[in-house]
């Protein structure tokens, strides 16, 4: 068992405390400490951006183990883009950090007089003046704290860049220089407390037990074997970009338009051209990252990435084809500190005001496909500037400030901007990005299965009966079924700190191959559907705190263009002579979401809430959050 630090900003408080033994049972670590530590500290009258804000940097009991993918750090705080319960997600090599330090939480309050950096360097735990990082880019950061040539012993550092300094709602926390904690504007949070970075660097790593190493391996044997990753080692997640094109998949112009004629000039085989190396994560046997470099011209840059959420947001989404813009302007919001998802869809909303009339700028035209407005709305977004000013505070305020015509082109649920899919194909996710806690998330249930036509997953874990319906993408009747179980698989492995990727994104391990690593930590046998419990669990108390905002059904849905305006889809072929895609003259078909209510109703029972979406005492009991609920 660890321990976690809580740091007082405005004090200068350091307090160290062994990490609870019960809430690891509980709640097991990463986003489930995360939900109960801001449970307990933060209260539904706290704005976000005050120092009473929690701004937590939890590991999870697997993170920075031999266990696969065992990577991911998880931030938590209260969100100030929904105003509510909030978190972010990020790979790389700082949580694996954080953990060899020995601590499981490192937890923020209040707010420094100046800008500081926490130094977390083995046993010690400092403040220190940051005066002279304040306004430099998050690379900038980095190389004045660990040097131009940084290796391991250096440390790894997590920062923010001037648009969270610059209390941009849409900021993001860079980590290892390219991996984002990003949704939900957890940069603003980090840069309202005049934190510009926190650094650590451990002397050495705890030990594992050699049940938990024996199961470890075993499992990175399993993935290393399984073929269904080989698209992700291959080519990372720009492996969707083809398939989601043909599917309807593929948002575009604000989600105006599902597909995009030019997917090959963004798809994986157009940014390969652009691949330098593969990259993996701490302890990964995937490897799905790629540094990427254009070599020459106006966006000649270098990065890690780009990936789809990434590509899709700056690319089809703002109807921009240019390869070598998109990747030149996921390295300009890696170096501002944006959440590249937010940014794309805040910018595209953009893009459709003008269109419709509702919003210029006297410099840039504002114009679909026009990259030079997107990178121009980049920079003018972390320095709020111009417009920037009004973008900076996300799709829904700008809406709300804008007026009620605005409105329903803003793309977003809870106040979070829409992932990169397309709820009137993508059924699953259309009812998943409503009924996440966070906001419109795509990684909180993760219900692919059916789009994916993972049949031998669907047999495993549905009943018989509902599979057929269930496995249809058009059909709706049962695709709560496959986000209440998405939900619990995703914060399950959001808790132990491992990556989607080798769980529910393919489905590569089950819950009941978590199960012996679990046991091994905690020293008590676990099975999978205990594992599963421990994910309703953290759902349940994630939704009570924002019941205790005053949020219930009217949250849970989505932008009326998904459930009233019917997307076209049509056909595409390869031309053999050119290879350019060539689309066919009248539609195949339309999407649309046909019944979100009933879709809403099935969700709220498969989850024993009541219909107003709260969950009922005797659910709060039988997932032992009983003595929560009435806080």
């Known amino acids: 068992m660890g321990k976690s630090a809580f740091v007082n900003l405005t004090t200068g408080d350091i307090r160290i405390e062994e990490t609870n033994r019960d809430d690891l049972r509980r709640f097991l670590g990463g986003r489930g400490l995360g939900a109960k530590l801001l449970f307990e500290l933060v209260g539904p009258d706290v704005d976000p951006l005050s120092p009473e804000n929690i701004l937590a940097f939890i590991a999870g009991p697997f993170t920075g183990s031999s266990w696969p993918t065992a990577s991911r750090l998880h931030v938590t705080c209260k969100s100030p883009l929904t105003g509510a319960y909030g978190y972010a997600n990020s790979g790389g090599f700082f949580a694996a950090e954080l953990n060899h330090v020995g601590y499981d939480a490192l937890v923020v309050t209040g707010r420094a007089a100046h800008p500081v950096t926490l130094q977390v360097i083995g046993a010690k735990i400092l403040l220190q003046d940051a005066s002279d990082l304040w306004g430099r880019t998050t690379s900038e950061t980095q190389r004045a704290l660990l040097g131009d040539s940084p290796g391991a012993r250096a440390g790894r550092v997590a920062c923010i860049g001037p648009a969270g300094e ?91 338009l599902v597909q995009v004629p ?18 993996a994560c701490y302890a990964c046997p995937i490897a799905c990252g790629r540094d990427s470099a254009v070599v020459a011209g106006r966006y000649a840059t270098e990065l890690e990435g780009p990936e789809y959420e990434t590509t899709n947001a700056l690319g089809p989404m703002c109807w921009v084809d240019d390869p070598e813009a998109i990747i030149y302007a996921n390295r300009l919001c890696n170096e501002y500190g944006l959440d590249t998802i937010s940014t794309g869809v805040t910018i595209a909303f953009a893009l459709e005001l003008h269109e419709r009339g509702l ?54 649920v809870k106040g979070l901007e829409l992932p990169r899919q397309e709820p009137r194909f993508a059924k699953g996710f259309g009812l998943g990005h409503s009924t996440s ?138 031309d053999p002579r050119t290879g350019e895609a060539i689309m066919s003259a009248e539609p195949v078909r339309y999407g649309i979401i046909h019944d979100l209510d009933a879709m809403l109703d099935r969700y709220y029972d498969l989850r024993d809430w009541d219909r107003n979406g709260i969950p009922r005492p005797e659910t709060l009991r039988r997932l032992d959050l009983i003595d929560l609920a009435g806080r």
């Open 359 to 412: 919003l210029d700028d006297d410099e840039l035209s504002l114009a679909w496909g026009d990259a030079e407005s997107v990178i121009g709305l980049i920079e003018r977004i972390a320095h709020r500037r111009g417009i920037g000013d009004l973008l900076a505070e996300g799709t829904r305020r700008a809406a709300e400030r804008i007026g009620p015509n605005a409105r329903p082109y803003a793309m977003h």
């Open 437 to 574: 806690n966070r906001g419109a998330d795509h990684l909180y249930g993760m219900p692919a299965i059916d789009l994916a036509s993972a049949w031998d997953v669907a047999r495993k874990i549905f009943d018989p009966e509902i599979v057929s319906e269930l496995m249809d993408p058009a059909n709706e009747k049962y695709k709560p079924d496959m986000v209440v179980y998405g939900e619990h698989f995703c914060a399950l492995t959001d808790a132990l700190g491992i990556c989607k990727f080798s769980t529910v994104e393919e489905y590569a391990l089950l819950p009941e191959d978590l199960a012996p690593g679990v046991s091994a930590v905690l020293g008590e046998e676990v099975t999978g559907q205990n594992l599963l419990q421990i994910g309703e669990r953290i759902v349940n108390l994630e939704r009570l705190y924002n019941v205790r905002q005053g949020m219930g059904r009217a949250d849970d849905y989505l932008p009326r263009r998904f459930t009233q305006e019917a997307a076209p889809l049509y056909e595409y072929e390869i």
């Open 166 to 256: 610059n209390l941009v709602r849409i900021s993001a926390i860079i980590n290892d220089l390219s991996r984002a904690a990003a949704r939900g504007g957890p940069g603003a949070v980090m840069g309202s407390k005049n934190l510009k970075a926190i650094h650590v660097r451990a002397a050495g790593r705890p030990a594992l037990s050699s049940e938990f190493k024996a199961a470890a391996k075993a499992t990175a044997k399993k993935l290393k074997e399984d073929p269904h990753l080989d698209g992700l080692r291959r080519h990372g997640t720009l492996v969707l970009m083809d398939p989601k094109n043909l599917s309807g998949d593929q948002p575009a112009k604000n989600h105006q």
């Open 262 to 279: 030019f997917i090959q000039k963004v798809n994986a085989a157009a940014l390969d051209a652009y691949l330098v190396r593969h990259k």
